[in-house]
């Protein structure tokens, strides 16, 4: 099973800031297909990026994701009151899927 | 747009047995893989089960293995989740989400399951 590791745990920033969120995987990720999601309470989760950087549709380009292998990335170039959220990563390779631990984005 | 409604959620005592079920729209579950993805209160995001597109291969998280099965009703464009032996710890919201491959790219907002005595 790969184990995904979130870091940080919780990410405390303003509005208009950089948010940078990492994901390492204990092992090489397939094809780097890594996605990160957005979640916020009584919400859906939200695609936000695939296959590592790709970015799903609607999504807003001050979202982007990148890394290979075993250490990913998800930069939110300059956040929005709406961003503040727990943010998951999740490698969709190998049975089982695994997800990362979370880390949340709060004011 | 897709469009995923799950439903079957409830109360349910240690040892008991529920069944979800998942509605698509803007979706084919026949040429989609579908999973299921719980969250327990308080905890993040866990992977439970997915129906490749061929309807065939399944594929489950050891935690549910043997208790848990992922299947779908294609005339009614619909996936379903039967629990088996169910215990507290799976108590959670279930949510339903599918897309291309093994990729979750579409998630409905989830239904709730509370094993309790």
């Known amino acids: 099973e790969i184990v995904l590791t979130q870091s940080p745990g919780t990410l405390s920033l303003s509005p208009g800031e950089r948010a940078t969120l990492s994901c390492r995987a204990s092992?090489?990720?397939?094809?780097?297909?890594l996605a990160w999601f957005q979640h916020k309470p009584g919400q859906a989760p939200r695609l936000l990026i695939y296959?590592?950087?790709s970015r799903a549709t609607g999504i807003p380009d001050r979202f982007s994701g990148s890394g290979s292998g075993t250490d990913f990335t998800l930069t939110i170039s300059r956040l929005e009151p709406e961003d503040f959220a727990v943010y998951y990563c999740?490698?969709?390779?190998?049975?089982?899927?695994?997800f990362g631990g979370g880390t949340k984005v709060e004011i | 747009q897709v469009q995923l409604v799950e439903s079957g959620g409830g109360v349910v005592q240690p040892g008991g047995s529920l069944r979800l079920s998942c509605a698509a729209s803007?979706?084919?579950?026949?040429?989609?893989?579908m999973h299921w993805v719980r969250q327990a209160p308080g905890k993040g995001l866990e992977w439970v089960a997915l129906?490749?597109?061929?309807?065939?291969?399944?594929y489950y998280a050891e935690s549910v293995k043997g208790r848990f099965t992922i299947s779908r009703d294609i005339s009614k464009n619909m996936v379903y989740l039967q629990m088996h032996n169910l215990r507290p710890e799976d108590t959670g919201v279930y949510y339903c989400?599918?897309?291309?491959?093994?990729?979750?790219?579409?998630w409905g907002q989830g239904t709730l399951v509370t094993v309790s005595s």
């Open positions: 999740q490698q969709n390779a190998h049975s089982p899927l695994t």
């Open positions: 296959s590592a950087s």
């Open positions: 092992q090489s990720v397939t094809n780097n297909f």
């Open positions: 803007g979706l084919t579950v026949s040429n989609s893989g």
């Open positions: 129906l490749r597109y061929d309807g065939i291969n399944t």
């Open positions: 989400a599918g897309g291309s491959g093994w990729l979750a790219a579409g």
